[in-house]
């Protein structure tokens, strides 16, 4: 809520005032100016991608070279546009791929380069399963708008398992006594002798 609207929103009558036609006309008041406050910032809120008009969008997209995949939802089509420029900015390094996956919510991405055992322009993109599931048009939409020419791209699916270690000490002592063999010999010698 903007400031306008909170200092609107806080407006109170002193206490004999608080009944009656006073209240009701400050409560109208109210709404008035808020509705008057809407119609002046609604075309400033047009040139904001995450808040405006659909039909905007779709103009503010093409301005920015983004288009909209089968089944894109609106709230991840904003996003794009909205981060259109950075993205774009971002886009040939390791950093800022992976920052391109964080600011549209895919998640923990690895990239790997120069990998033994593959040709040198193979890049493996490191993913973990729910998110090919979930954005499996997403990443190849990435990989295509932002990825470096001339590179192939693997997918390599990574799962997480929890493990759980517990850890403890144990506060025992180690004592060795030692036996002599001479010892158990001779009674072993007498014994047999004796059993004979």
Same mark, same amino acid.
């Not at 089944?71 to 996003?79: D, I, N, Q, V, W």
């Given at each position: 809520m903007t400031d306008f609207l909170t200092q609107l929103k806080s407006l109170k009558l002193p206490s004999w005032m608080d009944a009656g036609e006073p209240a009701k006309l400050l409560r109208a008041s109210v709404r008035f100016w808020s509705q008057v406050y809407e119609w002046v910032t609604w075309p400033l809120k047009q040139f904001d991608p995450l808040t405006c008009a659909e039909p905007l969008l779709n103009l503010l997209a093409w301005?920015?070279? %983004?288009? $909209?995949?089968? #089944?894109?939802?609106?709230?991840? /089509?904003?996003?794009? +546009?909205?981060?259109?420029?950075?993205?774009?900015?971002?886009?040939?390094?390791?950093a800022g791929f992976i920052a391109i996956f964080s600011r549209l919510g895919i998640g923990y991405v690895e990239l790997l380069e120069r990998q033994d055992g593959l040709d040198w322009d193979v890049i493996v993109v490191r993913v973990t399963d729910s998110q090919v599931a979930d954005n499996s048009d997403l990443l190849l939409? %990435?990989? $295509?708008?932002? #990825?470096?020419?001339?590179?192939? /791209?693997?997918?390599? +699916?990574?799962?997480?398992?929890?493990?759980?270690?517990?850890?403890?000490?144990?506060?025992?002592?180690?004592?060795?006594?030692?036996?002599?063999?001479?010892?158990?010999?001779?009674?072993l010698s007498a014994t047999y002798s004796a059993s004979l």
């Open positions: 301005e920015r070279d %983004i288009t $909209r995949f089968n #089944g894109e939802p609106l709230s991840l /089509y904003r996003k794009r +546009v909205n981060f259109a420029f950075i993205n774009a900015q971002d886009a040939g390094e390791v939409e %990435i990989i $295509r708008k932002y #990825g470096r020419t001339c590179r192939r /791209y693997q997918f390599e +699916v990574i799962t997480s398992l929890p493990l759980h270690i517990n850890i403890g000490w144990y506060q025992g002592e180690y004592i060795c006594y030692p036996a002599s063999l001479g010892d158990i010999n001779t009674e």
